[in-house]
């Protein structure tokens, strides 16, 4: 089953039609409502909570080598792996994540450099996406999402992960090239200033509010297998009759 693509992001202070000719919330409402219905066919992006952890680590822990040096900037082993999705899910962290059939198949990343999120602060930007699941815009819509969720926190440096030697995330970077300026070393990303609006804020929540209904919907599915297959080992479903 093909992966959709994700829905458009309204970006800086451009509005579509939609808004010119609707109320705010109505257009917002009914482009999450033809989103949601792709999605549900489909495979979705939304924001990762804590009931996600372990789905977030199985996913890193599938990358091939090649794509968690890519993530990470080094060749990392499953401890490593383990010992960082345990240091995840703190205040100072947002992670988005694609979810395909119930299994999480690429995150984006936004952490902040300190202890929190700061005004004129700095964060870090990371981006990983299984092989069978790229190039179909899952990174594009990311970058949108984070790029959004800096902006509403007012963060001045934006450090995309290992874009010296990943060509992928360079490719990437240069289409947000309206949103990010980039010094010499092409690492390092300066978000253009402008402070959050109306429309940035309540698209954020949305797009918050519709992902955690869903990643609690996928939660209570997860407990209720959980409890069936307590119930019914697979050696009891399987076993046959002589």
Request: glycine fraction near 8%; charged fraction near 25%.
């Amino acid at each position: 089953m093909s992966a959709i693509r994700p829905q458009k992001v309204v970006e800086g202070n451009k509005e579509s039609s939609a808004f010119r000719e609707k109320g705010l919330m109505e257009a917002f409402q009914e482009d999450w409502v033809k989103t949601m219905m792709k999605a549900l066919a489909e495979g979705t992006i939304r924001r990762l909570w804590a009931c996600d952890m372990s789905h977030f680590r199985d996913h890193l822990l599938r990358l091939d080598p090649d794509s968690r040096f890519e993530r990470f900037g080094a060749f990392t082993d499953d401890t490593q792996i383990n010992h960082y999705v345990d240091s995840c899910y703190g205040p100072d962290e947002i992670i988005y994540g694609y979810v395909v059939d119930g299994e999480v198949r690429g995150a984006g990343e936004l952490r902040a450099m300190g202890a929190s999120f700061l005004p004129e602060g700095a964060a870090e930007a990371a981006f990983s996406v299984e092989q069978g699941w790229r190039r179909q815009g899952v990174g594009t819509n990311f970058m949108k999402r984070i790029v959004l969720a800096a902006r509403n926190r007012r963060i001045h440096t934006l450090y995309l992960s290992c874009l010296a030697h990943n060509s992928k995330m360079v490719g990437l970077a240069r289409k947000f090239a309206t949103e990010l300026t980039f010094e010499t070393d092409e690492v390092t990303g300066k978000l253009i200033a402008r402070t959050p609006s109306t429309t940035s804020l309540i698209e954020e929540l949305i797009d918050n509010s519709v992902g955690f209904t869903e990643a609690m919907f996928d939660f209570q599915k997860r407990i209720l297998t959980a409890a069936e297959e307590a119930r019914h080992p697979s050696s009891e479903r399987h076993s046959v009759t002589v």
